[in-house]
């Protein structure tokens, strides 16, 4: 098969690539698994097939430039991918530059970044197509000599004859080198790993580090244009509310204030459209924020006026005690199982709304006019981003441009476009460029949050204590509630995630998912629903250790069973990632080992001292290995968690070092879920606020000591897995088990807070 690699060196000029350069075009051969699918209940809001162009150039000067079709929001997707491309042509690190590609679905292809998928999806393209130009390279010397392409060399930015010594530079060869057909796959010459300069090493800092360290990088809410004005919107403090009067003289009173403009609410489900409310605009930030605090409204609340987390979480525990649930999951005969087991042990666990909280708040300017738009936004998502701007625009979609910043975090809420269509909406109206910031407070008041869930589990063991029958109630409203009219039931895409696949080795499964309306919007968050299945799952499975009177890691690892192979298809998961269960079943033996490092790393079974404990975790996500071992101390009620053992086996590591960011970043944001973080509502309203109230870990609740381990497990011919996402679920299950270790008491909500001091 030809790989999709074009020679579009003719079109450089179009592509802003200048005169005389090789530019390759770089796509994924399409998959049947990746076909265009409809937003809606039944399907992963996901419209675009993931094979999108990524253009490798080469100037006359010798400078490689690999524009990148994803965000770089601190997970070092930039700098990874051009790892790869440089070490295939054998290009010198120093003359290899990163372009951002704007938003461009025909051109690009799939821009989401998120589900943890970009070099996963795209190092061997990227691989083939570093090979492609350097191939490319060595035949335009060739010819250029007179000798045989086997005589010469590319490497270290020069191309070399064996027999005379002479070398050429990649710059110097470019034109020529433009003018050659692809080389089919079958003459490409990948290098062997073991030649890797970049790849799989440590050291190659970030290609922005320079720029973010001197203050020179650009975020979205670092953007200025000619003209801009500035705004901030008073929007509904209940989903669903609208405005019920408006008195906004005081507002336009304020010196600065230019106008106030009313955005409408959107129909329901709202997808990505913004919430409506009162915008102030203003010749400055500040101004708008004070004319926006003068405006005096009342609002008419709506059908979710009344949401209260503590009764709609009563409302879920009451909805996981009866069988009513639509069965997902059947393996067994788990009634029958119950009956005959030894020992019957259930517990239910609960984890409250959770809000993205990215550093860099949503930010976003838009100018709209002569027919035409230009963004530019801290965007996840930038073609779902033009094409959302050209519908409520009512422009043509070729006449949107979205360029895409650097994000200082994004964890999937910067996937959600809604805070750029409302910088359009303003900016067409104004008929200057507007930037629309978005306070902390606005943050963390109209989110789209990560799902409350009710997790119920119930086991029958044996009389060796072994588990014979399982049983998972799961209730929490889903994401396809933004897409479709309240689905009301977790969509395959969520239950895939650690519910329909999980590994473990017991003969009678069953799984059942009760209805649950959303009152806020639901949206993606880092790890999505791995979250509350690992909690409950690995939470249990040391209960249940604990009920048969064994020792939590033995258990587990008994529990995960033997090495095995497992199609998640033929055990009730029919998303898997979206990746072809073939080339990635789950493979227990990597959940064992990753399992086993972290124990001998934290010293398991070592005599602990009065109110510490270890505890233990492992899961499986976005087709990765995740294991944490915690260490806890409690004192006087107060928890803290000194040590952090994490491994992880993802495959082949393209960028060892973001690698044991991403997890450290995961433990950091794991304990935070387990100790302090949550988001509740009163009259349908979120309670916190700011950093005061909404609680992320500080200095003083960080682990003293965080150590990563990186297993391996298949070369870089293998299938990889994610990196970004799965070192998150298992931190949670990790300490709240520790925390019973010293304690006694079994955490089963979230955060732990105060619950150790009643």
Request: hydrophobic residues 40%; charged residues 20%; aromatic residues 6%.
């Amino acid at each position: 098969m030809r790989d999709m690699i074009s020679n579009v060196s003719r079109r450089s000029v179009l592509l802003g690539l200048g005169a005389g350069s090789l530019v390759l075009a770089v796509g994924l051969p399409a998959r049947a698994q990746e076909e265009p699918v409809e937003f809606g209940a039944d399907a992963m809001p996901n419209g675009w097939r993931d094979d999108p162009n990524v253009f490798i150039s080469i100037a006359p000067d010798g400078i490689v430039t690999v524009t990148v079709h994803r965000s770089e929001m601190g997970q070092g997707v930039r700098t990874s991918i051009a790892m790869v491309v440089a070490d295939e042509l054998g290009a010198d690190w120093d003359q290899v530059r990163v372009a951002q590609a704007p938003g461009d679905e025909p051109r690009y292809g799939n821009q989401d970044t998120d589900g943890s998928r970009s070099l996963r999806h795209f190092f061997q393209p990227m691989r083939r197509a570093g090979a492609a130009a350097r191939t490319m390279l060595e035949e335009a010397a060739a010819q250029q000599w007179g000798v045989p392409v086997d005589e010469v060399r590319a490497e270290d930015h020069r191309v070399v004859h064996a027999g005379s010594d002479r070398s050429i530079s990649y710059g110097e060869l470019a034109a020529a080198a433009a003018e050659l057909p692809v080389p089919d796959r079958g003459g490409l010459r990948l290098k062997d790993p073991a030649s890797f300069r970049y790849v799989g090493k440590g050291g190659t800092g970030l290609v922005d580090n320079m720029d973010i360290t001197t203050g020179r990088a650009t975020y979205g809410i670092d953007v200025r244009r000619d003209g801009m004005l500035y705004a901030v919107i008073a929007r509904p403090p209940v989903f669903g509310g609208r405005i019920a009067s408006l008195d906004d003289s005081a507002a336009l009173a304020v010196p600065g204030v230019e106008r106030v403009i009313t955005i409408e609410p959107p129909t329901v489900p709202t997808e990505f459209q913004p919430l409506g409310g009162v915008a102030v605009v203003a010749r400055n930030t500040w101004a708008a924020i004070q004319g926006r605090n003068a405006l005096q409204i009342e609002w008419e609340d709506g059908e979710h006026g009344s949401y209260s987390s503590e009764d709609f979480r009563a409302e879920l525990e009451q909805a996981v005690q009866t069988p009513d649930g639509k069965l997902v999951l059947n393996r067994g005969d788990v009634e029958d199982a119950l009956s005959k087991a030894s020992d019957r042990i259930t517990a239910e666990y609960y984890i409250p709304h959770l809000a993205q909280a990215p550093m860099e708040p949503p930010a976003a300017v838009v100018d709209v006019r002569d027919g035409s738009a230009e963004a530019w936004a801290c965007v996840q998502a930038p073609q779902v981003t033009k094409l959302r701007l050209a519908e409520r625009l009512g422009i043509p979609e070729d006449k949107v441009v979205v360029n895409v910043t650097l994000l200082g975090g994004g964890f999937g809420r910067k996937s959600k476009p809604d805070f750029v269509i409302e910088a359009a909406i303003l900016s067409q109206q104004m008929g200057a460029p507007v930037k629309v910031t978005w306070t902390r407070e606005d943050d963390l008041h109209h989110s789209f949050y990560h799902t409350v869930s009710v997790e119920r589990m119930e086991a029958g063991l044996d009389d060796q204590g072994k588990p014979v029958a399982w049983l998972h109630r799961t209730a929490a409203p889903t994401i396809g509630s933004i897409f479709a009219p309240d689905p009301q039931q977790k969509l395959p895409f969520e239950l895939g995630m650690g519910l329909t696949n999980m590994p473990l080795d017991i003969p009678n499964v069953r799984a059942e998912n009760p209805q649950s309306p959303a009152h806020v919007r639901i949206g993606w968050y880092r790890s999505v629903s791995n979250i509350p299945h690992a909690f409950a799952i690995q939470s249990f499975v040391a209960e249940l250790a604990h009920a048969a009177g064994r020792d939590p890691r033995d258990y587990l690892l008994e529990v995960i069973g033997p090495d095995r192979l497992i199609d998640p298809t033929q055990i009730g998961d029919v998303w898997n990632y979206g990746e072809n269960p073939e080339r990635y079943p789950i493979d227990t033996a990597r959940l064992r080992r990753v399992t086993e490092t972290v124990a001998d790393a934290i010293g398991w079974g070592r005599e602990m001292p009065s109110g510490s404990g270890l505890g233990l975790a492992a899961h499986y996500s976005f087709v990765s290995y995740v294991a944490v071992a915690a260490e806890v101390e409690v004192t006087d009620g107060n928890v803290s968690v000194p040590r952090v053992e994490i491994a992880i086996d993802c495959g082949a590591q393209v960028n060892p070092d973001r690698i044991r960011s991403q997890m450290e970043g995961a433990v950091i944001m794991g304990v935070g879920q387990a100790l302090t973080t949550q988001i509740t509502f009163q009259d349908g309203r979120a309670q916190q606020d700011n950093f005061d109230t909404y609680l992320i870990p500080r200095m003083e609740t960080a682990p003293r000591q965080i150590n990563v381990h990186l297993v391996s497990s298949g070369g870089y011919d293998q299938p990889m897995g994610g990196v970004g996402e799965p070192g998150l679920p298992p931190v949670t299950p990790a300490i709240v088990n520790a925390i019973f270790a010293a304690t006694g008491k079994r955490i089963r909500s979230l955060p732990v807070g105060d619950q150790l001091r009643s």
